[in-house]
């Protein structure tokens, strides 16, 4: 049965690990397809794609009804990667394509992202070091992190293991989810708030959000104003859950101190302005992306592949 299946995988970091490309290979499909350009897709080029593939391994595209209604040939998506917010589900049930998921494969690899953001803004590494190989011996050595008010929006996988992390800098942490987890706050000197609150009391803002309809541009200039001038922010969850716009004008103005940004609602950015703003740490959309996360992804996706194929082929 394997042998008649054809498995496309359109994830650039995907397509370019030879290990991961051979993995899938020595399984025995029929054929597998892979991201030859190394960049998204656009939606007719996905189209194109998708059309030809029994089951497709997905990263961030866009994953709509209009896409899945027209590759009628596609049986399973299989989630390189954890949010799915970029994946219609009601339109996978709707053509009959299983979704094939694993929460939290890559926490790890984010938590420390952010957690490495957390430190650079603060001690000001980010721009003392970029300052000095422009010729300025900025000695600003910024604030600890230690003992700090630090807020949570968004405890799942990744908001917990950042949590983990952070425990030996012996911060309050303020946190906030959709999802009762009482239990889990209690046993972690944790201290559940609204999202107002932790804008208002904390030094650093860590966000950990899916993007829904109800958090799109949730921060943005009046959240802004709310927040304290020396606080950072970081978004390494979703491009939309911050106003790109209003996030600009609060760093060009000092109404906050810094933010790492590394996920954008239009990827690669275009506002080239706001990506050379010096107090921001603006990355590509790595935060999943370290060797060992790519890894685990990667496989993840393949053995779910696996699993689907036992149970329902």
């Given at each position: 049965?394997?042998?008649?299946?054809?498995?496309?995988?359109?994830?650039?970091?995907?397509?370019?690990?030879?290990?991961?490309?051979?993995?899938?290979?020595?399984?025995?499909?029929?054929?597998?397809?892979?991201?030859?350009?190394?960049?998204?897709?656009?939606?007719?080029?996905?189209?194109?794609?998708?059309?030809?593939?029994?089951?497709?391994?997905v990263g961030?595209?866009?994953?709509?009804?209009?896409?899945?209604?027209?590759?009628?040939?596609?049986?399973?998506?299989?989630?390189?990667?954890?949010?799915?917010?970029?994946?219609?589900?009601?339109?996978?049930?709707?053509?009959?394509?299983?979704?094939?998921?694993t929460p939290?494969?890559?926490?790890?690899?984010?938590?420390?992202?952010?957690?490495?953001?957390?430190?650079?803004?603060?001690?000001?590494?980010?721009?003392?070091?970029?300052?000095?190989?422009?010729?300025?011996?900025?000695?600003?050595?910024?604030?600890?992190?230690?003992?700090?008010?630090?807020?949570?929006?968004?405890?799942?996988?990744?908001?917990?293991?950042?949590?983990?992390?952070?425990?030996?800098?012996?911060?309050?942490?303020?946190?906030?989810?959709?999802?009762?987890?009482?239990?889990?706050?209690?046993?972690?000197?944790?201290?559940?708030?609204?999202?107002?609150?932790?804008?208002?009391?904390?030094?650093?803002?860590?966000?950990?959000?899916?993007?829904?309809?109800?958090?799109?541009?949730?921060?943005?200039?009046?959240?802004?104003?709310?927040?304290?001038?020396?606080?950072?922010?970081?978004?390494?969850?979703?491009?939309?859950?911050?106003?790109?716009?209003?996030?600009?004008?609060?760093?060009?103005?000092?109404?906050?101190?810094?933010?790492?940004?590394?996920?954008?609602?239009?990827?690669?950015?275009?506002?080239?302005?706001?990506?050379?703003?010096?107090n921001l740490?603006?990355?590509?959309?790595?935060?999943?992306?370290?060797?060992?996360?790519?890894?685990?992804?990667?496989?993840?996706?393949?053995?779910?592949?696996?699993?689907?194929?036992?149970?329902?082929?």
């Amino acid at each position: 049965m394997i042998n008649n299946i054809t498995v496309g995988v359109t994830t650039v970091a995907f397509s370019k690990d030879k290990e991961l490309i051979a993995a899938l290979k020595d399984i025995g499909f029929k054929s597998v397809l892979i991201n030859e350009p190394k960049r998204r897709f656009t939606e007719n080029e996905l189209i194109e794609f998708l059309s030809k593939c029994d089951i497709a391994i997905v990263g961030l595209d866009k994953i709509t009804d209009e896409v899945l209604s027209k590759v009628p040939n596609l049986k399973a998506i299989s989630k390189y990667g954890v949010g799915l917010d970029n994946i219609d589900i009601i339109a996978c049930k709707k053509h009959n394509i299983s979704l094939l998921h694993t929460p939290g494969i890559n926490k790890r690899s984010v938590a420390e992202q952010a957690l490495g953001c957390m430190i650079m803004l603060s001690r000001n590494l980010f721009v003392t070091a970029n300052d000095l190989k422009n010729g300025n011996w900025n000695k600003n050595g910024g604030t600890q992190v230690s003992g700090k008010t630090v807020g949570i929006i968004g405890v799942g996988n990744i908001g917990k293991d950042l949590i983990q992390l952070l425990k030996p800098f012996n911060c309050r942490i303020l946190v906030n989810d959709i999802i009762n987890q009482e239990e889990y706050y209690k046993e972690n000197d944790l201290l559940e708030t609204t999202k107002e609150e932790i804008l208002k009391e904390a030094d650093i803002i860590t966000i950990h959000t899916p993007l829904t309809s109800q958090l799109k541009n949730f921060i943005n200039k009046n959240s802004l104003k709310t927040m304290k001038s020396s606080s950072i922010i970081i978004n390494t969850a979703r491009g939309g859950l911050i106003n790109q716009d209003d996030l600009k004008w609060a760093l060009k103005n000092n109404i906050i101190t810094g933010a790492a940004i590394d996920a954008y609602e239009v990827e690669p950015p275009e506002d080239e302005e706001f990506i050379i703003i010096p107090n921001l740490i603006a990355t590509p959309h790595i935060g999943g992306n370290a060797k060992e996360a790519v890894k685990a992804m990667g496989l993840s996706a393949i053995n779910n592949i696996l699993d689907y194929l036992k149970k329902d082929l």
